[in-house]
């Protein structure tokens, strides 16, 4: 498992397994080979939800972005 954690407040966002891991890393932009954050926004929640991504992982970006423009994410090893 791997948790999610809000990059601006460390906040706890939820737990994800390896396969939407391995979603966000795959369809999200990576600064370097060492990235574990992205900037989540409304569009790319969608892209994500199209891409096949879990009702779990959908539900906590949801929550983690609510009604602002995007917000940065980080993921490490539970």
Request: net charge positive; charged share 20%; aromatic share 8%.
């Given at each position: 498992m791997f948790?999610?954690?809000?990059k601006e407040t460390g906040a706890l966002l939820g737990a994800v397994d390896a396969v939407d891991l391995q979603?966000?890393?795959?369809q999200l932009e990576e600064e370097h080979e060492q990235d574990k954050d992205y900037y989540v926004c409304p569009e790319t929640i969608e892209i994500?939800?199209?891409s096949g991504a879990s009702g779990a992982l959908i539900k906590i970006l949801k929550d983690a972005v609510g009604n602002s423009e995007g917000v940065e994410i980080a993921?490490?090893?539970v």
């Open positions: 948790k999610l954690t809000s979603l966000l890393i795959d994500l939800q199209g993921w490490s090893k």
